[in-house]
């Protein structure tokens, strides 16, 4: 075991413990392997992590290409995943559950323990991000992509059940790279009950598990990790909050099927919410950013066809750019990428315009005033002209607790804190109206900016 325990010994800047260094005789993540396989449960996690999906994640950076703007923002899905995981070693300690089996409130580990599903609930966040296309959430504003796999979410449920299609081809390949795949691994432990993954791993609305809502709901642990990560990557270092007091002040009700919060914790609430804020601001939503993004996309565009299209969760990333490197289109604006020579910004508006509207003005003004397929590029996000949805992360509705622990009436974080829930709401709205263009040049961009701001 001491080789296992040399290979596998990741340390992580965020939470300042090892992971896998199991070769002392005082484990600081004993509790994590809660079978009673001994070493048994420990392959079990190693085979994961060598998996064909979880193996890919290494080669995927969570950040995209923010690397070209803030170049230590190279960490990747796989440390992400990691740290994940962490942070639900951290829940099952900390995180009360209310309602259970017994009258009297327990710490997350015993009731998991009773039902016999810790270890579900963590390999849940750990295979969260398993879907993820290369480039991460770049790709999940491209037309294309997005009526093909709906999100990286759904591509994840898909690799995990053994009757889809997409599973299939996800066997093949990890076949022919001599690899498991995780529903291989899974299937080999008796023990490990798949359907309660996927279940945990199920983001739809009919999912009022407080449980899963810890997976992916109003307070996930893996944004959660993202948010903190991505700051302290980008050399940003926006989220400094105790996760463990702030793990602590967490209440799922299991009578209500809700996720609560004790007074405690509404500081660190705040803290996040204004850590996320300006993150977007700084970062995520900057002209430089969306430039990047905007021309990935259109690189994307020049080589994607049906065929092409369906590789794409199984690619790592240096694989993709060597196809598109390879394509005589995709090339130029690729190699102008990777130069640091982004697009000028031309236009940021706020518009009521539909998507198609916006396509089909834009169409106009290329006839106008592009010489050029390549001389303007259109950006829209992801969900432009979509009404802000509050009942995501954080959400303002979150119930809260007295200070005895009992629920009270209507009382939830909007009562406290309406107006920065205003500010946070009318932020991100803006942000999901608001329509880019990107020129070639400067000069192309200062010549064609007052017509733009006319015509659009």
């Known amino acids: 075991m001491q080789a296992f325990a040399e290979a596998f010994s990741v340390s992580d800047p965020l939470y300042e413990l090892n992971l896998f260094s199991i070769g002392k005789k005082e484990n600081p993540f004993r509790f994590f392997f809660v079978g009673s396989g001994g070493a048994q449960d420990l392959v079990l996690y190693r085979d994961l992590i060598n998996t064909f999906e979880l193996n890919r994640l290494n080669f995927l950076k969570q950040a995209g290409l923010l690397f070209l703007i803030f170049p230590s923002a190279t960490h990747t899905r796989f440390a992400h995943s990691l740290g994940t995981l962490t942070l639900g070693t951290y829940a099952i300690e900390h995180i009360w559950v209310k309602g259970g089996r017994t009258s009297t409130p327990v710490k997350l580990e015993e009731f998991l323990g009773k039902s016999g599903l810790i270890e579900e609930f963590l390999l849940a966040l750990l295979l969260h991000d398993i879907g993820h296309l290369p480039f991460s959430h770049y790709l999940e504003t491209n037309k294309s992509v997005c009526e093909t796999f709906t999100s990286h979410e759904k591509i994840s449920l898909r690799l995990l059940d053994s009757t889809d299609p997409l599973h299939a081809e996800l066997a093949k390949r990890a076949q022919a790279a001599g690899a498991q795949t995780v529903v291989d691994v899974c299937k080999a ?108 996309n259109s690189v994307m565009d020049k080589w994607l066809d049906n065929a092409r299209l369906m590789d794409l969760p199984f690619l790592k990333e240096e694989e993709l750019l060597g196809e598109l490197f390879s394509h005589p289109r995709a090339a130029p604006l690729l190699n102008r990428i990777f130069s640091r020579r982004p697009y000028p910004q031309v236009l940021a508006q706020k518009s009521s315009l539909s998507a198609a509207e916006i396509s089909a003005r834009y169409t106009e003004w290329c006839k106008i005033h592009a010489s050029d397929p390549d001389d303007f590029i259109l950006f829209l996000p992801k969900g432009f002209g979509t009404q802000s949805d509050q009942s995501g992360w954080l959400s303002e509705h979150i119930q809260l607790l007295s200070e005895s622990g009992v629920s009270e009436p209507k009382r939830c974080l909007r009562d406290l804190h309406g107006d920065l829930f205003d500010y946070f709401r009318k932020q991100h709205q803006g942000r999901l109206e608001t329509l880019r263009i990107f020129a070639r040049s400067q000069e192309l961009a200062d010549s064609c900016r007052k017509a733009a701001g006319e015509f659009f």
């Not at 709901?217 to 105790?242: Q, T």
């Not at 209500?256 to 007074?263: G, H, I, N, S, V």
């Not at 804020?277 to 905007?294: I, N, V």
């Open 189 to 296: 432990d008796t023990n490990i009950q798949m359907d309660k993954i996927i279940g945990l791993l199920d983001e739809t609305g009919s999912n009022t598990n407080p449980v899963a809502q810890l997976v992916c709901g109003p307070l996930d642990l893996d944004r959660l990790d993202h948010y903190n990560r991505d700051s302290y990557f980008m050399g940003l270092k926006l989220s400094n909050i105790n996760v463990r007091g702030f793990l602590g002040s967490i209440v799922l009700d299991m009578h209500d099927r809700q996720l609560k919060l004790r007074p405690e914790g509404v500081q660190h609430v705040l803290n996040l919410l204004f850590s996320k804020e300006m993150l977007w601001q700084r970062a995520l939503d900057t002209e430089y950013s969306r430039a990047y993004e905007a021309m990935f």
